[in-house]
């Protein structure tokens, strides 16, 4: 059995924990946790980590001793210094929390790179881990929206680029921009998303640590992820559908439809690990093979595994790193736009010192009535 | 021979017999006394007189007295009597023994007195009166007694007042003077004012009033009150008695009296156990006096417990109780209680009704009973369930409690 290790940074980071920890109930009831046992595979723990107590509070499905409030009022307010600061000034905190848990072979950092606290905490996190600990760490960072603002999009463009020089040994990337194609207000689509992260999760851990008819580990894992230029995303599909064949999914969770992020598969990825999971009815070895080898036609090495589950439907996720990406160079050219927008609206401030010389006009004056 | 003897022993007793009977005929000796003209020798009452006395005749005249008047004048010679009548049929006889002379001084008459018919324990005084002296008569007090009724006529309750008075109408004091009043029947006893039985001293024609109370009659009629009796002795201790008149009083009317009538029912006599059951009790005063004090004790059985009930019921030591101070004449009162009962079967509830009244005399006590019987209690719809073994309802609360127990340990493992 895997001892895994996840840690959500930032509230981004903790609302997919919690739903982490929410699905793995096996109920989408809020009631689950008191009648239903978390189901999983492997020896899980989740830590939680932010500065604001509110969005600790809003966890529900993580318990409490997993939360771990860092005081600084209730935030850093998206800025990244204050966060590395603080982080600075308590990661032993942190760190001491993650000593108590024991020993484990992987570990997981959730994070947005937008926000405040999990984007200046994460890459600090993961080089901390590095050095304390000989487990592979990879990141989980969810890319924002664009709209956002620009004090989101420098956020994600520098703590990105500092996660993946935090020596962490992959980054898996979901991307809202492109996830927000699922459509409804922004509470359902975001919890929508959470939602959609955390099974695609729980499948990955399920599957590192099953029985399998064609065997991956974690061995498989760490050299798909180590594969390509260190990103990478996963895509999935299948589970509710009995009229889908086992190729259709194969093929819909490499579809644009099946991603976290938005990547041409076949031009873009480097290394993928398929994972079929269903009853062996549904499993046609000759469809599989003719995907998989598709795919290794294209991207050369593809790990397979099947998991026989008596009754249910297929289900398959793909995890496929990236040896480039055209849609995160956008998001850097975007970011650069906005960090240029920042700088100029900076400059018009200083430059309003006028308002001085305007209140300098009555000094020595007193108000006469 | 033996005949003789006996003979002889009949008239040795016949002699003594006759000389023990002629004793008493001749008379005992009161005294022998010497007199000179002018001195006297009373015996009681009566003064035996010395007149006149001659030596040398060998005589002497003497005259009696009954107090002050002369009874007796008799001139004898020595070794002569006389006699005069005494008082209670007695007899005195003077003897004259001897009359000598001594110059320069009054002859003197020496005289044997002796009395029969009389005892000699009953004679008081016998002395001789030198010539100037008083003698000192002893007289016969009478006490004439008077009862006095306020009124003749009263009604039952209502008081009399009695006044006893003594007067002595005697010719002498009444000395250790001693009242008694015997018991009235048909009345009671009200308030003493004054009360004097003695001992006492009523001195010749004086007037005391000896007792003064108040009588209260506790059923009409006609009733003669008993005598005051007394009795009294004169200065010769000689023993009277006296009693009073006995007046008659009319008592009109009758006592009054509180009739407190219990009435007590339950609204329903057929219920299902641990149901309430209304119970009401009515009481009326239907007499012509308040009832005080009016108790009213609900006898409760052991399965049967008190819920609740109107301002006038109080539970005291467990047991509910109904207390009136006060219930004037044709007051009402309905009450009303609660009860449940516990237990099925037939039951009986009482209540038990206590009150006092006055009834013009005194206090009286009353009481009286009302009982509501078959009171049936039937097992209740869901009784069935307090039958059914303790682990159908251990087990589900264990199960609750368990499960309760989760959720809040879960709570508490989640609560941030």
């Known amino acids: ?369 | 021979m033996i005949l003789l003897q006996k003979k002889f022993i009949l008239l040795i007793s016949a002699v003594l017999i006759m000389l023990l009977l002629s004793g008493i005929a001749l008379g005992a000796e009161v005294d022998e006394v010497t007199l000179v003209q002018g001195d006297a020798y009373q015996i009681n009452n009566y003064l035996i007189d010395a007149r006149l006395i001659t030596a040398s005749g060998q005589t002497a005249s003497f005259d009696v007295y009954e107090r002050e008047e002369k009874i007796k004048s008799s001139m004898i010679s020595v070794n002569e009597s006389f006699t005069f009548d005494f008082e209670d049929g007695g007899e005195v006889e003077v003897e004259l023994v001897k009359v000598d002379s001594s110059s320069g001084l009054l002859d003197r008459a020496t005289i044997a007195i002796s009395i029969s018919g009389y005892s000699l324990r009953d004679l008081h005084t016998t002395k001789k009166i030198p010539y100037g002296d008083d003698p000192d008569f002893v007289g016969v007090p009478e006490l004439e007694i008077t009862k006095e009724v306020g009124a003749e006529t009263v009604n039952v309750g209502e008081s009399v007042r009695i006044t006893v008075k003594a007067k002595n109408v005697g010719d002498d004091e009444a000395l250790d003077v001693r009242f008694s009043d015997s018991p009235k029947r048909s009345f009671a006893l009200g308030d003493t004012i004054l009360d004097d039985k003695g001992p006492m001293f009523i001195g010749t024609g004086e007037s005391k009033t000896i007792m003064i109370y108040e009588l209260k009659p506790t059923e009409p009629g006609t009733f003669t009150l008993t005598p005051t009796e007394a009795t009294f002795y004169n200065k010769a201790n000689k023993r009277f008695e006296a009693e009073s008149n006995t007046p008659t009083i009319t008592v009109e009317g009758s006592l009054q009296e509180a009739d407190v009538t219990i009435s007590h029912s339950a609204e329903s006599r057929n219920v299902e156990r641990n149901s309430r059951i209304n119970m009401v009790l009515n009481l009326k005063n239907e007499g012509n006096t308040a009832a005080q004090g009016l108790r009213v004790d609900i006898e409760l059985p052991d399965d049967i417990e008190f819920v609740g009930g109107d301002d006038e019921v109080e539970v005291i030591g467990g047991n509910p109780r109904i207390y009136i101070e006060s219930f004037g004449q044709q007051q009402e009162k309905e009450i009303t209680y609660s009860v449940r009962p516990k237990v099925t079967g037939t039951y009986s509830i009482g209540a038990k009704l206590f009150y006092k009244y006055d009834d013009g005399i005194s206090t009286s006590d009353a009481s009286k009973e009302a009982t509501v019987d078959n009171i049936n209690v039937v097992e209740a719809k869901y009784d069935f369930l307090l039958e059914l073994p303790v682990y159908v309802y251990i087990v589900p609360l264990l199960i609750f409690g368990a499960v309760g127990a989760w959720i809040i340990h879960r709570q508490k493992q989640y609560k941030f």
């Open chain 1, 1 to 369: 059995m895997l001892n895994i290790l996840m840690i959500g940074n930032g509230q981004c980071g903790n609302r997919i924990l919690d739903a982490v920890n929410r699905e793995s109930f096996g109920s989408k009831s809020k009631f689950a946790k008191f009648y239903s046992k978390q189901k999983f595979k492997s020896n899980v723990e989740t830590i939680a980590v932010n500065t604001a107590i509110n969005d600790l509070k809003e966890m529900k499905f993580t318990k409490a001793k997993d939360r771990i409030h860092i005081p600084h009022l209730h935030g850093v307010g998206a800025n990244r210094n204050i966060g590395k600061k603080v982080f600075e000034d308590n990661k032993e905190q942190i760190m001491r929390k993650v000593e108590e848990r024991g020993r484990f072979d992987v570990a997981f950092v959730i994070t947005s790179a937008s926000g405040g606290t999990g984007s200046s905490f994460s890459p600090l996190l993961v080089k901390e881990l590095k050095e304390r600990y000989d487990f592979p760490v990879y990141s989980i960072v969810i890319l924002p929206f664009r709209e956002e603002g620009t004090l989101y999009l420098q956020n994600a463009a520098f703590s990105l680029r500092e996660i993946r020089e935090s020596g962490t040994d992959g980054i898996i990337l979901a991307d809202n921009q492109f996830l927000k194609q699922m459509g409804g207000d922004v509470q359902s689509a975001y919890d929508g998303i959470n939602s959609m992260i955390a099974r695609r999760i729980l499948f990955l851990l399920d599957s590192l640590d099953s029985e399998m008819m064609m065997v991956t580990d974690l061995g498989d894992f760490k050299t798909v992820m180590s594969g390509g230029a260190g990103l990478a995303t996963v895509g999935f599909y299948g589970g509710d559908d009995q009229d889908v064949s086992v190729k259709t999914s194969i093929q819909k969770a490499l579809s644009p439809a099946g991603l976290l992020f938005s990547t041409d598969v076949y031009e873009e990825a480097s290394r993928a690990m398929i994972i079929i999971k269903g009853d062996r009815k549904h499993l046609n070895i000759d469809d599989i093979s003719h995907e998989v080898e598709k795919l290794s036609s294209a991207i050369g090495h593809v790990f397979k595994g099947i998991i026989i589950r008596e009754g249910e439907y297929p289900q398959v996720l793909v995890v496929l790193t990236l040896e480039s990406t055209s849609e995160l160079e956008r998001m850097y050219s975007a970011a650069v736009d906005a960090i240029n927008m920042e700088r100029e609206k900076k400059s018009r401030v200083e430059s309003q010192k006028d308002m001085d010389k305007a209140f300098s006009q009555i000094e020595g004056y007193e108000p006469s009535y």
